[in-house]
């Protein structure tokens, strides 16, 4: 990678109007690990820090305006996936996929809200299982995400590395199941599993109401993957730049929702 012709990532996900999640979210972790962004919006959400007031999906047409567009001019060395809504938008995220081949992909796996509530359809979730799953080089459900995968609860630390290990088993090279829904005590333990490697991360729970961390997590790994590391170690090292984030996060809005410090939690050049 030199400064002239810099790898860049890729984000195809939903637009947060409110600067906290999504793609702005994506872009800001991009910026801060030094690698050149990308996006394709495949959704558009109006929302602030007191929730979500509308969705709407742009025609595929346009999403596939994007991807083109983007493929066509740039060394993408990393694909990041976030929302995509229907079983539609997600069979054309594959087809382009499976065209262009990207060396990396990681899909967070975006079907459950915060306020618990299901975002995919059973069409769409079939689609992510059957399309994404087996063109992700890395997947990273929170718990409620990986029991919609599995179709069954995952409660106890036992249960979250026997689910790390089935989730493999449906067609991701890597997975990491993050521990934030899984009470394991003062501290979230992240689960790396790729099937020779595993590897637990852990950091203190903080006690804030926090907004992006999933969405800047999968992204922060897409551009430690640019900038070379491994798997694992991109892994760990997002990880930690999502603490340090959550540790100087703030307040934008007027809700109670805390939102992530990308350029602080970098660090200096």
Same mark, same amino acid.
């Given at each position: 990678m030199t400064p002239s012709t810099p790898v860049s990532a890729l984000t195809i996900a939903g637009s947060d109007s409110g600067g906290g999640a999504g793609i702005q979210?994506?872009?800001?972790?991009?910026?801060? @690990?030094? $690698? @050149? *962004? !990308? %996006?394709a919006i495949a959704a558009l959400t109006a929302q602030n820090t007191r929730g979500v007031i509308a969705v709407h999906v742009p025609p595929l047409e346009f999403l596939q305006a994007q991807l083109d567009a983007c493929f066509e001019d740039f060394d993408i060395h =990393? $694909?990041?996936l976030g929302m995509l809504a229907n079983a539609d938008v997600i069979h054309l995220v594959a087809d382009v996929l499976e065209t262009h081949r990207p060396p990396q992909v990681v899909l967070d796996p975006v079907m459950v809200a915060t306020s618990g509530a299901?975002? !995919? &359809? =059973? %069409? =769409?979730?079939?689609?992510l299982r059957e399309r994404l799953l087996p063109l992700a080089t890395l997947l990273t459900p929170n718990t409620p &995400?990986? &029991?919609?995968?599995?179709?069954?609860?995952? *409660?106890?630390a036992a249960e979250a590395e026997d689910a790390a290990a089935a989730l493999l088993g449906l067609g991701a090279g890597a997975v990491l199941l993050k521990g934030g829904h899984l009470d394991e005590g003062p501290r979230v333990i992240d689960r790396y599993f790729d099937g020779v490697t595993g590897e637990e991360f852990s950091h203190a729970r903080l006690p804030v109401d926090a907004h992006g961390t999933g969405c800047t997590l999968a992204a922060a790994i897409a551009a430690q993957l640019c900038r070379g590391l491994s798997l694992p170690n991109a892994c760990g090292a997002a990880i930690d730049y999502v603490a340090r984030g959550l540790r100087n996060g703030y307040q934008p809005g007027r809700g109670e929702v805390m939102v992530l410090d990308h350029f602080g939690a970098a660090g200096p050049a």
């Amino acid at each position: 990678m030199t400064p002239s012709t810099p790898v860049s990532a890729l984000t195809i996900a939903g637009s947060d109007s409110g600067g906290g999640a999504g793609i702005q979210a994506d872009l800001k972790a991009f910026a801060a @690990h030094r $690698v @050149h *962004g !990308l %996006s394709a919006i495949a959704a558009l959400t109006a929302q602030n820090t007191r929730g979500v007031i509308a969705v709407h999906v742009p025609p595929l047409e346009f999403l596939q305006a994007q991807l083109d567009a983007c493929f066509e001019d740039f060394d993408i060395h =990393a $694909v990041k996936l976030g929302m995509l809504a229907n079983a539609d938008v997600i069979h054309l995220v594959a087809d382009v996929l499976e065209t262009h081949r990207p060396p990396q992909v990681v899909l967070d796996p975006v079907m459950v809200a915060t306020s618990g509530a299901r975002l !995919l &359809e =059973a %069409s =769409a979730l079939r689609a992510l299982r059957e399309r994404l799953l087996p063109l992700a080089t890395l997947l990273t459900p929170n718990t409620p &995400e990986a &029991e919609l995968l599995l179709g069954r609860r995952i *409660g106890n630390a036992a249960e979250a590395e026997d689910a790390a290990a089935a989730l493999l088993g449906l067609g991701a090279g890597a997975v990491l199941l993050k521990g934030g829904h899984l009470d394991e005590g003062p501290r979230v333990i992240d689960r790396y599993f790729d099937g020779v490697t595993g590897e637990e991360f852990s950091h203190a729970r903080l006690p804030v109401d926090a907004h992006g961390t999933g969405c800047t997590l999968a992204a922060a790994i897409a551009a430690q993957l640019c900038r070379g590391l491994s798997l694992p170690n991109a892994c760990g090292a997002a990880i930690d730049y999502v603490a340090r984030g959550l540790r100087n996060g703030y307040q934008p809005g007027r809700g109670e929702v805390m939102v992530l410090d990308h350029f602080g939690a970098a660090g200096p050049a």
